[in-house]
Nanobody, 123 residues
Framework: VQLQASGGGLVQAGGSLRLSCAAS????????LGWFRQAPGKEREFVAA????????LYADSVKGRFTISRDNAKNTVWLQMNSLKPEDTAVYYC?????????????????WGQGTQVTVSS
């Protein structure tokens, strides 16, 4: 299983980025997908999740209204659109997949992890 995250970079506060994660080696349509992030010296934390059909999404309170998760099962890809970025959003962002197809916020629910992409928001 491979989850290849991309799209990170350096952006000013208030700006936008769109992260992508391309999956291979798993049955994409049966997996729930999530985005997590980890800032230096901090625990990895939940950001957003989406169910296998895309019909259910879940967001951390800190990103609700600013971030949008979406997926295309035909392309085996999940995205995280990040708007109104803040310096506290600076972190390495990881995509993840869980086999039951749900939108879950618990790190322990996810079996597969990508390599991460760095997002840096300057003030």
């Amino acid at each position: 299983v491979q989850l290849q995250a991309s799209g990170g970079g350096l952006v000013q506060a208030g700006g936008s980025l769109r992260l992508s994660c391309a999956a291979s080696g798993l049955t994409f349509t049966t997996h729930g997908l999530g985005w997590f992030r980890q800032a230096p010296g901090k625990e990895r934390e939940f950001v957003a999740a989406i169910s296998w059909s895309g019909g259910t999404t879940l967001y951390a309170d800190s990103v609700k209204g600013r971030f949008t998760i979406s997926r295309d099962n035909a392309k085996n890809t999940v995205w995280l659109q990040m708007n109104s970025l803040k310096p506290e959003d600076t972190a390495v962002y990881y995509c993840s997949a869980e086999p039951r197809g749900y939108a879950l916020g618990s790190r322990e629910s996810y079996d597969y992890w990508g390599q991460g992409t760095q997002v840096t928001v300057s003030s």
